[in-house]
């Protein structure tokens, strides 16, 4: 069995995902990855629905490999055309370019093609590991802003990403990282994120704790009067929160933002201990 029961509730949370919804999914081992991608995959099949799934830290045939293991029947599944996976550089990185655009274009192709042989929708699951690989975060972060919280298609994305490199995120693609998905899923974390609510209120704890209450609310009242950053204003572009701040205090902004970041790993179950994998009969 698994270790936290919270993990089975993510599974639970995933396969009963609605369409048009764009998650992220953090995860620590292959482990983890697999058994909540294909979950999720598994759910879009028994609707009627195909799959696009893009390889990037294992190659498409070890992925193949993998959902033969978990129990999908990838041959069938493939050469009915419900199921097509790519590797990232035929998708992703193409010539050592991101195109978010294209990418866009590339989907919305097999998105047809899905419909034309009678699908009622697609489950997308890409991994990100390449963008971090090839220092192309900053393209990722486009790219994922270009798709959106929510998509008016029969179509619903799981965004995998290796909590070893989201950690190592400059903190403000972090924070728009999390801002441009609806739903967060980790083995101990599943709902959806009201970026507006979520982000005001940690960044509000932590200038608390740094600075005691008086002091909070000094530097929110500065913010305003002297930036015209209001909490809403910080909810709608977290850089804007920095860059006031960075004015205000200059360095010791690092020392916040930081700690801001930490809180949100933390709440969302990007920091918390390895779960055991689960054991077989």
Not at 82 to 96: H, K, M, N, V
Not at 213 to 225: N, Q, Y
Request: some cysteine; hydrophobic content about 40%.
């Amino acid at each position: 069995m698994y270790q936290s029961l919270k993990f089975d509730e993510s599974l639970d949370y995933v396969r009963d995902l609605e369409a048009g919804n764009h998650c992220v999914f953090f995860y620590r081992d292959s482990h983890e990855k697999h058994e909540v991608l294909f979950s999720f995959l598994q759910a879009g099949f028994q609707k009627g629905e195909g799959a696009i799934y893009i390889a990037a830290q294992e190659t498409p045939a070890k992925i193949r490999k993998s959902m033969k293991d978990f129990g999908l029947k990838v041959k069938a599944l493939e050469k009915d055309g419900a199921l097509r996976i790519f590797s990232y550089d035929e998708w992703y990185i193409i010539d050592g370019e991101v195109n978010a655009a294209q990418i866009l274009e590339s989907a919305k192709r097999v998105f047809d093609e899905a419909i034309e042989i009678g699908l009622k929708g697609i489950h997308g699951c890409g991994e990100a590991a390449c963008f971090f690989e090839h220092n192309k975060e900053k393209e990722l972060l486009e790219y994922e802003l270009m798709i959106g919280k929510k998509l008016d298609l029969p179509v619903t994305v799981l965004c995998a990403y290796d909590v070893d490199h989201v950690k190592s995120l400059d903190e403000k693609l972090f924070f728009n990282l999390i801002k441009a998905h609806g739903p967060v899923v980790t083995s101990s974390f599943s709902q959806e994120i009201k970026f507006e609510n979520f982000f005001p209120k940690i960044t509000g704890n932590v200038l608390e704790t740094i600075f005691g209450k008086a002091g909070k609310k000094a530097i929110l009242t500065m913010l305003d009067e002297s930036y015209s950053i209001t909490p809403q204003r910080i909810a709608e572009d977290p850089d804007s929160l920095i860059e006031g701040l960075e004015e205000l205090i200059g360095s010791g902004t690092q020392v916040i933002t930081k700690s801001i970041a930490t809180q949100m790993h933390s709440k969302m179950g990007i920091t918390q201990s390895q779960i055991r994998p689960r054991k077989k009969n």
